[in-house]
């Protein structure tokens, strides 16, 4: 008998947490029906203070800077590229403003050069955005490279950023580029 | 200093014009070339497939089948530690620790909270799953699917039982741990669960010293020491704790009837088996009963406490979310003696008023007050129930796993003697 009355106030609790369980699951489930979300930078609140280099769980980190070529000068005198106060607009090591080597240059007509990211070496430390942002269109943005984001729950880089910049938008506006009509879809 | 003024004004108006032309055009208008040059498409690779989120949930509801399937039916230790390796390999080392149960905590309890979140459809099934399996046949997730659990389990060589009152106190960390992160979840402070991570780093080779160095600790002692992160700290471990006391179907150390044969007395490392009561304690049973009832009537005492304790402590729990912080750094930011930090400097170029950020502030010192109370009332009913559960005796004559202790890691299946009829 006793054990019976045991059994019986279990089975109650079973069934209570059981729906407990699927009413949290069912509530959530509609509200999770708006599809997968994403960590998406703005570029127009960025200040390239350099943590997106070292805050991401994934290293390098996922932020990478994006060259958005429709803004771009082409100019000789890339403030991206080379650093302040250059004396000589050559290749060389000493007069690059990339701690990693990044951006190639190469020629294209007189006197426009074109500038191309390399992922590979990109560490998103965001010093050629703000050379470029500071004497040039702006061209250069660090943007969160989708491919290399792991989606942590909490964005590492958007805790510490200190300019807000971070937040989860849905997967159609992956990428945001400030300065530019319309963002496009990936 | 006139001459200085002039050109500041100038510079402004400078700047100001620069503004208005860049939002217009260029500053360097892109060239029209003539060599035919095209040029590349900007880069904006996919996110990763979405696809991989299916296959998680896919291969959760498969290891968790496959283990349940080995503890119950096969009764197989050494299924358990296949599915264990194979844990920490997919979910720990391939998905680098994310997306976990144990986190997933976080995203539900913001999603009840937050109305403007959206929680993945991967986070609510890892919350769920495990909670519904562990409903039917006890914490087989603990066992061996989750990677916390299982890269402690296959690190433990030479088990020693801790004192009773030891495991007692200890495993109260986790009621306040699982207090905490809601409490900060439910504000978007902070995902503390995941930010502490003690094995988060090591699956993802990168963790800072300090995170590497916790990591390590909780391995080195889980040699030792069973489930060390399980048993004193794990906040999901709490709720698969309650639910799996309710479990229909959980795990029995004998196929059959047991015959108090003691071989399995001391098999567990987690100290989850409850021992025979013997009839002699049981006739002491009035002056426990009269020790749990007074025991009771004080945990509306210790609530109060804990509440008021936890309401005054609510400044400083607040600071771990961000804007508190900022708003705070700002009010006791003196521009001649100190340094601007980025934060501030990060908020000074988003033009945003400073009285706003304080508002927004406010509203979050708000929260927390209430947040504080409730977090400390909890605390304290833990506290009491505890108390108050050391006084309760159970009559048993057999040897039979706690069930909410118990991980069903099946080491005590094998000392088993008794034969399946």
Redesign the interface.
């Known amino acids: 008998m006793k054990k019976d009355r045991r059994d019986f106030i279990?089975?109650c609790?079973?069934f209570a947490?059981?729906a407990g369980?699927v009413g949290?699951?069912g509530?959530?489930?509609v509200?999770?029906q708006?599809?997968?979300?994403?960590w998406q930078l703005d570029p127009s609140?960025c200040?390239q203070?350099g943590?997106c280099a070292t805050s991401c769980?994934?290293?390098p980190s996922a932020v990478k800077c994006?060259?958005?070529?429709?803004?771009?000068?082409?100019?000789d005198l890339c403030g991206g590229y080379f650093r302040p106060n250059v004396k000589n607009l050559s290749t060389g090591a000493e007069n690059q403003l990339c701690p990693t080597g990044a951006i190639k240059r190469s020629y294209?007509?007189d006197p426009?050069f074109?500038y191309?990211?390399i992922?590979e070496l990109c560490i998103g430390c965001g010093k050629c955005v703000k050379g470029c942002g500071a004497f040039?269109?702006?061209s250069l943005q660090l943007?969160v490279?989708?491919?290399?984001?792991?989606?942590?729950?909490?964005c590492a880089i958007a805790?510490d950023?200190?300019?807000?910049a971070f937040s989860?938008v849905p997967?159609d506006q992956?990428?945001k580029?400030a300065?530019f009509k319309s963002n496009?879809k990936? | 200093m006139k001459k200085s003024f002039a050109f500041i004004s100038l510079l402004i108006v400078f700047v100001g014009m620069e503004f208005v032309a860049f939002s217009q055009q260029q500053r360097f208008p892109k060239p029209e070339f003539e060599s035919g040059y095209t040029q590349p498409v900007t880069s904006m690779p996919a996110p990763r497939d979405g696809m991989f989120a299916i296959l998680d949930v896919m291969v959760l509801i498969a290891a968790l089948s496959l283990i349940t399937w080995f503890i119950l039916k096969r009764r197989s230790r050494s299924g358990v530690v296949a599915v264990s390796i194979f844990s920490i390999l997919y979910f720990g080392f391939f998905r680098e620790g994310c997306v976990c149960s144990v986190g997933s905590l976080q995203n539900v309890v913001l999603a009840l909270f937050n109305p403007g979140y959206h929680i993945p459809l991967s986070a609510l099934a890892f919350f769920v799953i495990p909670l519904v399996y562990t409903l039917f046949f006890g914490r087989t997730f603990c066992a061996g699917v989750c990677p916390l659990g299982a890269v402690q389990d296959v690190f433990l060589m030479r088990p020693v039982t801790l004192k009773k009152w030891l495991q007692k106190v200890l495993g109260l960390i986790p009621y306040i741990y699982l207090g905490l992160s809601v409490l900060y979840a439910a504000t978007a402070s902070d995902f503390i669960i995941c930010r502490y991570d003690p094995f988060v780093g090591i699956f993802r080779f990168n963790a800072t010293f300090f995170m590497f160095a916790i990591g390590a600790a909780f391995l080195l002692i889980s040699i030792f020491i069973a489930r060390p992160y399980c048993r004193f700290f794990c906040p999901y471990g709490v709720i698969l704790n309650l639910v799996s006391r309710v479990s229909k179907n959980h795990l029995t150390i004998t196929p059959s009837n047991c015959i108090q044969c003691k071989l399995c007395e001391s098999s567990c490392p987690l100290d989850a088996i409850n021992k025979p009561v013997a009839v002699k304690q049981m006739e002491d049973k009035r002056a426990a009963t009269r020790r749990f009832i007074l025991l009771s009537l004080i945990i509306p005492a210790l609530m109060i406490v804990g509440g008021w304790t936890g309401a005054n402590f609510h400044e400083n729990l607040a600071k771990v979310n961000s804007k508190v912080r900022l708003a705070d750094e700002l009010l006791h930011f003196d521009s001649k003696t100190m340094k601007e930090s980025l934060e501030i400097e990060g908020f000074r170029t988003s033009g945003k008023p400073a009285k706003e950020l304080y508002l927004e502030a406010s509203e979050i010192v708000k929260q927390f007050y209430y947040g504080g109370w409730i977090l400390g009332a909890f605390i304290g009913l833990v506290i009491g129930l505890a108390l108050s559960g050391l006084s309760t005796y159970r009559y048993r004559e057999d040897y039979t796993p706690d069930k909410g202790n118990c991980v069903s890691c099946a080491r005590c299946l094998k000392y088993c003697p008794v034969e399946k009829d």
């Open positions: 279990n089975t609790f079973r947490a059981g369980i949290i699951a509530v959530l489930a509200k999770s708006k599809g997968d979300f994403l609140k200040t203070c943590r769980v994934v290293t994006i060259h958005v070529y429709d803004m771009c000068g082409y100019c294209v007509e426009f074109k191309e990211i992922d040039g269109n702006g943007q490279s989708h491919d290399l984001c792991v989606n942590c729950n909490q805790s950023c200190p300019s807000d989860r997967i992956a990428y580029f300065g496009k990936i």
